[in-house]
């Protein structure tokens, strides 16, 4: 949490304790520095004691400036270098605008890349600057990472991967046909050791369709379910976490009344071995397959029906 004054001056540790007095234990000054000192510590102790109530769910503050003045209590409070000078807050704006510019350029109602998202994932942003104006200027935005992701390959089968993915991709309005995309992609290809064949991108926009054609010759693109997009060559260089297909599955009837309903299901053999392997005793005596589903021994879920009573009459 900021404030409108600078904390560094009440806090000479990371961490100070506060009594009945309002000051940092150890806190010597003169008259008028002791009241000043007073009032922002008073301010801090009623800020920091909203936020914990809200955050508990609590309709008033347990602590108080106040409170804490009428009573020997003793409060600890931490600080930590930062605030509006801190570099980690200048990359959080300058990644939050051009998130906020990347969606915007995108027509999306939220952006894709914010400072908090990226903080809480293990992805990868690269920024491009240059010269210009009073400070420089930032011009691109490149964020990659690594997603599990089910796709399709060219056969119409279903995979599982862990592939690196293009999640979002920005050049300012003002410097594009610059060639200064190009320079951004490439960097981030040499860095992360990808080649561009293995990218699945997240919603490309038609302007990143093209400049994948452009630049880098890709064309044929591979149909998916999902908003990912991959190209032929994706297989190369991703492998499928999942090694079993439909290949080894056969045909599986039972007497449960969902194979009347939806028909034979597919079983593969692993899945019956797994199930004969159970708690490690022999294998149970499977079901015969049926082909006439409506006069059986067994009625619902495979349970022994009963005799009827008025064959014995």
């Known amino acids: 949490m900021e404030f409108r004054f600078n904390v560094a001056q009440y806090f000479k540790t990371p961490i100070i304790k506060v009594t009945n007095t309002l000051l940092p234990s150890g806190y010597y000054e003169d008259r008028r520095a002791v009241l000043d000192a007073t009032s922002k510590i008073s301010e801090i102790i009623n800020d920091m004691g909203e936020a914990s109530a809200r955050a508990q769910g609590l309709t008033r503050a347990v ?9 020997d209590h003793s409060l600890y409070l931490m600080s930590e270098k930062g605030g509006k000078n801190d570099a ?14 990347s969606a915007r350029a995108q027509g999306l109602t939220r952006a894709v890349t914010t400072a908090q998202k990226l903080r809480n994932s293990d992805h990868s942003l690269y920024l491009m600057s240059e010269k210009g104006g009073k400070n420089g200027v930032v011009t691109g ?11 399709f390959d060219a056969d119409g089968e279903t995979h599982k991967v862990n592939a690196p993915c293009v999640l ?12 200064l995309g190009k320079v951004l992609f490439q960097y981030m290809l040499d860095q992360e050791n990808y080649r561009v064949q293995q990218l699945a991108i997240d919603r490309p926009s038609d302007k990143l369709v093209g400049f994948l054609k452009k630049h880098y010759g890709l064309t044929q693109t591979i149909p998916q379910m999902n908003n990912f997009v ?53 294998p149970l005596p499977t079901m015969p397959t049926i082909g ?3 006069n ?18």
């Open 63 to 71: 602590t108080t400036a106040q409170k804490l003045r009428n009573s």
């Open 88 to 101: 980690t807050s200048k990359i959080s704006e300058i990644i939050n605008d051009m998130g906020e510019a």
């Open 141 to 151: 935005l490149l964020k990659v990472g690594v997603k599990s992701l089910y796709v």
């Open 168 to 179: 979002d991709f920005y050049i300012h309005e003002s410097r594009q046909r610059a060639g």
């Open 230 to 282: 991959v190209y032929e060559d994706f297989f190369q260089y991703n492998t499928s976490r999942d090694s079993s297909s439909m290949e080894s599955a056969e045909m599986h009837f039972t007497n449960s009344p969902n194979t009347m309903l939806f028909g034979p299901q597919f079983k593969s053999n692993t899945s019956e071995l797994r199930g004969q392997q159970t708690n490690g005793k022999a």
């Open 292 to 294: 006439n589903l409506q």
């Open 296 to 313: 059986t021994p067994v009625g619902r879920y495979a349970a022994q029906r009963p005799r009827c009573s008025m064959a014995e009459l």
